[in-house]
């Protein structure tokens, strides 16, 4: 059944002195979430917001929170992000080792959010073989994260199809699959078409000259690609069942 893709726009690319405006735009325009990066310095050579952000981003939007914790210690910074008001708290699944991704994802479940693992694209989609029947999200870097405005990783789009079969495998039908870096008119096609359900876009959006245009644009193209995709997928097996 054809479900409409979502963008999450990066709040990182929008003008932080006007963060209001800039939510209502992206809102009015038909975003499905609002996607916060939050950088450490650490983890990425970047620093950004932090927890006092979060919590004033979540009084302004209307739309849920997106939450990508590019951070060394999600296990000790997740409960304050929670409490500040993620709707889908993101971690990085490269800082959690043995049991610590299964506590992370229980700690937000326990907090009555959404959990979200993100991979780095060098990160196989494997090390979710434990949690992945109980994700509510996979976020799939196509770049390396740390920046906005890199070029889109070529081929990233088969760690999506890889990560869709995987829950097909374990029944997570409900799984969405969060694509984040370079996603722009000219890549989102081969992404829903791959089976991407979420589409991050920072400079796509708030670079471009009609920002809400923009979003549109996206939405509209990968919402084609998915049609699309779904129909040659029922040609397919049309064509399967009349040569039985
Ligand atoms: O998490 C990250 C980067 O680390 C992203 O969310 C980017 O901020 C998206 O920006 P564009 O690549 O769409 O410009
Ligand atoms: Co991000």
């Known amino acids: 059944m054809f479900q ?6 990066s709040i990182l690319s929008a003008d932080f002195m006007n963060l209001g405006r800039d939510i209502r735009m992206i809102e009015q325009a038909g975003a499905g979430y609002v996607h916060v990066d939050v950088m450490d310095g650490h983890f990425v050579p970047n620093l950004t917001m932090g927890v006092p952000v979060v919590k004033q981003l979540a009084k302004l939007a209307n739309i849920p ?13 997740l409960p304050w992000f929670l409490e500040a008001g993620a709707d889908i708290a993101c971690v990085h699944a490269e800082v959690l080792y043995g049991d610590e991704l299964r506590r ?11 959990a979200a693992v993100a991979l780095k694209p060098h990160t196989p989609p494997e090390v979710l073989e434990e949690v992945i029947a109980r994700l509510d999200m996979v976020l799939v870097m196509s770049v390396e994260p740390g920046f906005s405005g890199q070029s889109y990783i070529e081929g990233s789009e088969e760690k999506v199809a890889a990560v869709a079969e995987m829950a ?8 969405l699959i969060e694509v984040d870096g370079g996603v722009s008119e000219a890549t989102v096609e081969r992404l829903t078409a791959a089976g991407a359900d979420v ?11 009609d920002p809400a245009a923009a979003l549109a644009a996206v939405k509209e193209k990968g919402d084609a690609a998915r049609v699309a995709a779904i129909e040659d997928a029922r040609a397919e097996e049309a064509l399967a069942e009349e040569e039985m």
């Not at 997106?66 to 000790?76: E, S």
């Not at 700690?107 to 959010?113: W, Y």
């Not at 097909?168 to 799984?175: I, S, T």
């Not at 589409?199 to 000259?209: D, I, K, N, R, T």
């Open 4 to 9: 409409p893709v979502a963008i999450a726009p």
């Open 65 to 77: 929170l997106d939450v990508h914790l590019m951070i060394d210690n999600p296990l000790d910074e």
């Open 104 to 114: 992370a994802v229980d700690m937000i479940h326990d907090a009555g959010a959404k």
């Open 168 to 175: 097909r495998a374990v029944g997570n039908d409900a799984l």
């Open 199 to 209: 589409l991050v876009c920072g400079s796509a959006v708030f670079g471009a000259q």
